[in-house]
Structures are given as C-alpha cells and as structure tokens.
C-alpha cells in the first residue's frame, strides 16, 4: 500500500479534490487536518482516514504525528507528501513512485516559470548553498511534493516550523539513501504566509549549522 499524508490548514475548497485523486492514482489518502477553522476536517473525514490536530502546530508538527500513526497503525511501501491546496498535482504522484524503483527519496521540481520571483530567488539561494555544503546537484531542495521509501520514514525525526522539507533532505542525505528530483508542475493560489528576508536567512542558517554538525 502507498500512502499520501496531506497536512491541511483550512483548505476546505480543494481538500475533497485532492482526496479523489490520490484515490484515483491508487494511493490510499491520509488527511491531518491542523487545527482548521473552516470545515476541512468534515469533508476529509466523510472520504477518508483523518486526524485532527488543535490548536493549529504546523506542517511538522502535522508529519510528525502522521509518521508516528502510519508507523504503529500501518504497512506501506511508499510514503507520499503533498500539500492539501492542489499547488501539486496529486496525479503527478505515479511519477514520483516510478522513481523510487532506483532512489529512495524523491522530491518534486518545480517548473520554475510557474513560481513567482520572489519565492524563485529565495530557493535559488537555499539551492545554491545546499549543493555546495552538501556536495549535491539538486535543482530543488525545498519542495513540499516528496515520496520516500517506507523505510526512510521510519529512520526520520520530523520538527516543527518551515525547515521541514529541508531538515528531512538532510537527514536523509546524512544517512546515506539515494536522493533525486523529478520535475513536477506547481501552482501558486496565493502567495500568503511566511516569507521574505526573515525566512531566507532562517533556512539558510539552519542548512548551514546542520552541515556544521555533520
């Protein structure tokens, strides 16, 4: 079994739809609905297997909990993650999967025409210095589309706050599993939420000192 975890914030307009296509690509969706205020966790837990969160954690704290569930409760082979806003395409997910026959973590490249500059130049800095610290040839380094081997997500300790996707990367190169990017496509709704210098210079900081402790 292949399993999608789907963090979700008040994404009650696009929640069911994400839901009906990770079914329909053969990939069982398990929502974690954090701490939304809107009816998310209603339409999620009428289709499919949900759990709330409350108040609102973030993403990390999300996986977190979703990691720890499908470990106890679960047998998978694939372990998807994609975001609840259908900013990617869960019928890009097969793509992903084909990948992990030869790799055993995956993660999304962004076409990055569809990206707005400004999100554009602030990857192009994390990508640029992971390469270089990390001694890799990633074009993406901090997509939130990402498959894994069930095995790799057992060996994982997820954190809280927006290092997320890059602290997983890490500790996944840091253990030794194959990494690749697959090129996806990506849509931006909005553009709302952390941003700016602020969150470059926080991820950038974090990449660094997590390169230091080797």
Same mark, same amino acid.
């Given at each position: 079994m292949?399993?999608?975890?789907? +963090?979700?914030?008040?994404?009650e307009?696009?929640i069911?739809?994400?839901?009906?296509?990770?079914?329909?690509?053969?990939?069982? +969706?398990?929502? #974690?609905?954090?701490?939304?205020?809107?009816?998310?966790?209603e339409?999620?837990?009428?289709?499919t297997?949900?759990?709330?969160?409350?108040?609102?954690?973030?993403?990390?704290f999300?996986?977190?909990?979703?990691?720890?569930?499908?470990? #106890?409760?679960?047998?998978?082979?694939?372990?998807?993650?994609?975001?609840?806003?259908?900013?990617?395409?869960?019928?890009?997910?097969?793509?992903?999967?084909?990948?992990?026959?030869?790799?055993?973590?995956?993660v999304?490249?962004r076409?990055?025409?569809? #990206? +707005?500059?400004?999100?554009y130049?602030?990857?192009? #800095?994390?990508i640029?210095?992971?390469?270089?610290?990390?001694?890799?040839?990633?074009?993406?380094?901090?997509?939130?589309?990402?498959?894994?081997?069930?095995?790799?997500?057992m060996?994982?300790?997820?954190?809280?706050?927006?290092?997320?996707?890059?602290?997983?990367?890490?500790?996944?190169?840091?253990?030794?599993y194959?990494?690749?990017?697959?090129?996806?496509?990506?849509?931006?709704?909005?553009?709302?939420?952390?941003?700016?210098?602020?969150?470059?210079?926080?991820?950038?900081?974090?990449?660094?000192?997590q390169?230091l402790?080797?």
């Open positions: 292949n399993i999608a975890v789907i +963090p979700a914030y008040n994404e307009k696009t069911r739809e994400v839901i009906t296509r990770c079914k329909e690509v053969d990939v069982y +969706p398990f929502v #974690v609905d954090d701490g939304s205020a809107d009816h998310t966790y339409i999620a837990r009428d289709l297997d949900t759990f709330r969160i409350f108040p609102n954690q973030g993403k990390g999300a996986l977190n909990h979703a990691f720890g569930l499908i470990k #106890v409760c679960c047998k998978a082979d694939y372990i998807i993650i994609i975001d609840a806003d259908l900013q990617f395409n869960p019928y890009e997910i097969p793509k992903l999967l084909e990948a992990l026959k030869d790799y055993d973590y995956v999304g490249q076409d990055w025409s569809q #990206v +707005p500059l400004r999100h130049l602030g990857n192009l #800095v994390w640029k210095t992971f390469n270089f610290l990390y001694g890799t040839h990633l074009q993406d380094t901090n997509c939130g589309f990402v498959a894994m081997k069930s095995e790799v997500m060996k994982l300790k997820v954190h809280s706050g927006y290092i997320v996707d890059n602290d997983m990367l890490i500790q996944v190169i840091k253990l030794g194959k990494v690749k990017n697959v090129p996806v496509s990506v849509k931006y709704y909005n553009t709302r939420g952390v941003s700016g210098i602020r969150m470059v210079i926080g991820i950038l900081i974090f990449i660094i000192i390169r402790k080797r």
